[in-house]
């Protein structure tokens, strides 16, 4: 893991992020400048995680998240662990999830996320769980509200488990 360093990612950063992610659309630099521009608000951290120099991952803390099942309470949230195909496995996403906990730590005591129940999530589900994460108990949720009783939706990115764990 010594090839790993975790820093805080910029505007510059975007062009290497695209080109590691093989999507270089309008929509994506414009996503990853919404992003950073919540960073220069303070509103929220991008890390970004860099293998041998290259560009790796990803991830955004935000302080007091607004999207998820627990937007609006005050806790803050991971959103979008990302590790590029090339760099898994070799404790990227480890790393990144380290300093996003060590940050909220300072100002929390949980921090919460959501992750897709598709199977595409399946690594990503146990990798939360190992590390600590709870479901909230209330259920599943979809398009960030939580399902009644048989209620039918779709399995696809909008289907998720809140998670949550306590930070030391």
């Keep these: 893991m010594q090839n790993i360093e975790i820093r805080q990612m910029t505007h510059a950063d975007i062009p290497a992020i695209c080109k590691a992610d093989n999507d270089e659309s309008d929509s994506f630099v414009n996503y990853l400048n919404r ?3 919540f960073q220069d608000n303070n509103e929220c951290t991008a890390l970004l995680a860099l ?4 560009v790796a991952g990803y991830v955004f803390l935000f302080y ?3 999207w998820g099942a627990w937007k609006d309470r005050g806790l803050p949230g991971i959103c979008d662990l990302v590790v590029f195909e090339p760099f898994r496995r070799q404790g990227i996403a480890t790393k990144l999830m380290d300093r996003a906990e060590e940050l909220a730590s300072r100002v929390s005591s949980k921090i919460y996320l959501d992750v897709c129940l598709s199977a ?4 990503a589900q146990r990798f939360y769980i190992l590390r600590g994460y709870v479901p909230d108990g209330a259920g599943v949720y979809y398009e960030e509200r939580i399902l009644s009783k048989d209620e039918v939706c779709r399995n696809d990115d909008e289907l998720t488990l ?5 930070l030391q």
């Design 35 to 37: 992003q950073l521009d």
């Design 162 to 166: 809140c998670l949550v764990k306590e």
């Design 51 to 54: 293998y041998g120099g290259h």
């Design 64 to 66: 007091q998240c607004r």
């Design 120 to 123: 595409e999530y399946g690594p």
